[in-house]
């Protein structure tokens, strides 16, 4: 059998039947019969000269030659996706389209509210994904379309596209009514001060402000080490210690706590959108790195 016999509905049958290893699950996947999807299965064991999937236990698993096929077949279904996609309008006022975006839960804190009211005013029917920030995994659910965009900082990801959306400096909180609120903070008020420290890999005690301090000759007790900055501010506004976080988190929480600023230098960092070149074009796509470029440029 020559490929050019074959169709694209058959690449996408065995595309869903290699991921899935099922025939009723891929075949309810693609919206057709079990018997359809049995008989698609039948064409491309003739096409491929190879059974593709073959029986284990009670279940189905894919053939060597099968798997060998996998990554590519995947790309160049994405690939001819991508074509069609660039090709079509996008209508904001009507697509049900789902918009996922990594970022990290700082990110999320301080963009998730903005940007449902931002899309829901303009796209009524699209719905959003707020999916966690996995370094090592991020750029394979961009690669492999179970992720639009990731808003991260210090990632290089060289087969990337990618742009700077956000500045960020840091400043310090502490609960309403804290004995240093009213103060200027000295270096030394500072460092004779309990601190809550954020390790996101989980249990560090020392981070980039430590480092600051060492370079000035100065250190800091840290008592409590928290893995995720949304879980400081509720620390902090029941407790002395103070917490240095970034400053547009800061301002989500003014109701409970009270920031002022470093009394030394600690760099700021960069957000960047993150995105993979087959999307670039996209309309779609297009549109929703526009609308969090644009929020992004109003925080």
């Not at 796209?123 to 992720?147: C, I, V």
């Not at 960020?168 to 240093?180: A, N, Q």
């Amino acid at each position: 059998m020559d490929m050019k016999q074959g169709d694209l509905g058959l690449l996408m049958a065995l595309d869903a039947l290699l991921e899935h290893e099922s025939v009723s699950i891929a075949a309810d996947r693609l919206g057709i019969s079990q018997p359809a999807m049995s008989a698609q299965l039948k064409r491309l064991r003739h096409l491929f000269n190879d059974p593709l999937l073959t029986p284990s236990g009670r279940h189905l698993v894919a053939t060597s030659r099968a798997r060998a096929l996998q990554g590519d077949l995947r790309r160049h279904l994405q690939d001819l996706d991508a074509l069609v996609r660039e090709n079509n309008a996008f209508d904001a006022a009507t697509t049900q389209k789902t918009f996922r975006l990594i970022a990290t839960d700082y990110v999320h804190a301080i963009v998730a509210n903005r940007l449902e009211k931002r899309v829901r005013s303009s796209a009524p029917l699209a719905r959003l994904a707020f999916l966690p920030f996995e370094p090592r995994s991020m750029w394979a659910a961009l690669e492999g379309d179970t992720a639009d965009l990731a808003l991260v900082t210090g990632m290089n990801l060289p087969d990337a596209r990618s742009r700077t959306v956000l500045s960020e400096t840091f400043c310090i909180i502490m609960r309403s009514g804290h004995p240093l609120s009213d103060l200027n903070l000295t270096l030394d008020t500072f460092c004779a001060a309990r601190h809550v420290l954020i390790s996101p890999e989980g249990g560090g005690f020392v981070g980039a402000v430590d480092k600051a301090l060492s370079r000035l000759g100065a250190s800091r007790h840290v008592s409590v080490s928290l893995p995720s900055f949304l879980l400081a501010p509720a620390l902090v506004a029941q407790s002395d210690a103070l917490c240095v976080v970034p400053g547009r988190l800061a301002s989500l929480y003014r109701e409970t706590t009270v920031s002022r600023p470093l009394p030394f230098d600690v760099p700021g960092f960069k957000v960047d959108m993150l995105w993979h070149p087959r999307r670039h074009n996209d309309p779609a796509h297009i549109w929703f790195r526009t609308e969090i470029a644009d929020l992004m440029k109003a925080l």
